[in-house]
């Protein structure tokens, strides 16, 4: 008997320091993220298809209602709801993001749902949005937290394919805003046009794209050499790919940036770091980028960031097992047309700037 009580209590011990070991482990990768954290987090997040549960007769959602085949109810949409909060409140570090960009929400509504009835609503969010023409209804939008950025201008760049001018797209949004430091900041918001049909047959459309994108930080530049720019959202296209290397012209070495020029800090992140934010056949790849003028990688600007202080949020909540290949893959919210519970199949990424 005595054995007994001396083996349940190194059991009860044995329990206890694991339990105190993950409560630290998490603690200090909590941590880790508000380490070094700047004065201005940026979030660029691919959310997956977040669509309210509504029939919406001008856009193409049926499948994402109570009566479609993915079986959307209110219910589902509300832990969607959730747990975008939870990822934005996890990776703010010390604080929420100031600056968060979406891909895939359906409309103003599920943002500005997100806002209310989440704790969101005690940071005092603003919303840019407009409903783009793109054939699956999905937008793109900016929150900013209205003590921190101030807008001065926006824009919503619709695209028309020369050669097919019955194809649609999501816009580009520009937003040009001043910080509560007094910085000018201009921010393109993207999601470029899918693979669908394959990477070569659908290239000139992420080209197309790239080529627009580039006239407006052009236009920028004529205006202002040293302008602060920072060009971020899904490209669906990797750092190597011709529409940005070679039509929007970001570069990739980082030893000495110049103003006028801009840098893509996903090639860093993806071939020095090896980060990937999301998974696709067994393969990480880093669609979701930061591409920024060389004006903020210089440290005796007011403001910068260095490539380093690009990253990708890859928290252990926002992955499960791969059993198809190795390793893990991001904990995505449906698999095929089978609810899976999770978050998004791609991780959000963030980037710090700093203040001199």
Not at 143 to 161: C, Q, S, V
Not at 203 to 222: E, L, W
Not at 307 to 331: H, I, Q
């Amino acid at each position: 008997m005595h054995k007994v009580i001396v083996f349940l209590l190194l059991c009860i011990v044995i329990i206890s320091c694991k339990s105190t070991k993950n409560s630290v482990d998490n603690r200090l990768t909590e941590i880790n993220y508000a380490e070094d954290r700047g004065f201005l987090r940026i979030v660029s997040y691919n959310v997956e298809n977040y669509f309210d549960p509504f029939n919406d007769s001008l856009k193409n959602d049926d499948e994402f209602t109570p009566d479609g085949p993915r079986h959307w109810t209110w219910e589902k949409f509300k832990e969607k709801q959730k747990k975008i909060y939870k990822v934005l409140a996890a990776l703010g570090g010390w604080e929420l993001p100031e600056i968060i960009g979406f891909c895939e929400i359906e409309n103003r509504y599920v943002l500005e749902d997100l806002i209310k009835s989440t704790p969101l609503k005690w940071r005092n969010y603003g919303l840019v949005h407009k409903e783009s023409p793109d054939e699956r209804g999905i937008d793109v939008a900016l929150l900013y937290r209205k003590d921190k950025f101030r807008i001065l201008n926006e824009a919503f760049y619709t695209i028309e394919f020369p050669w097919d001018l019955t194809r649609k797209t999501r816009d580009v949004l520009y937003v040009k805003g001043c910080t509560h430091t007094h910085d000018t900041l201009h921010i393109f918001m993207n999601h470029w046009p899918s693979r669908l049909g394959g990477q070569s047959e659908s290239d000139k459309n992420r080209q197309f794209v790239a080529s627009i994108v580039r006239s407006k930080v052009d236009s920028i530049f004529r205006t202002n050499w040293y302008a602060n720019i920072i060009i971020m959202g899904d490209f669906n296209d990797e750092p190597d790919n011709l529409s940005i290397t070679d039509v929007l012209r970001a570069q990739t070495k980082f030893d000495n940036p110049q103003p006028g020029e801009l840098y893509n800090l996903a090639w860093y992140m993806k071939e020095v770091k090896g980060m990937g934010s999301l998974k696709f056949q067994g393969q990480w790849g880093l669609i979701d980028q930061f591409i920024v003028s060389g004006s903020l990688l210089q440290k005796t600007n007011s403001i910068y960031t260095t490539p380093d202080n690009a990253k990708v949020f890859n928290a252990d909540f926002l992955s499960e097992k791969d059993d198809a290949f190795v390793g893990v893959k991001p904990y995505r919210m449906y698999v095929g047309f089978k609810f899976n519970g999770g978050f998004s199949d791609h991780y959000p990424i963030f980037l710090d700037l700093f203040k001199n």
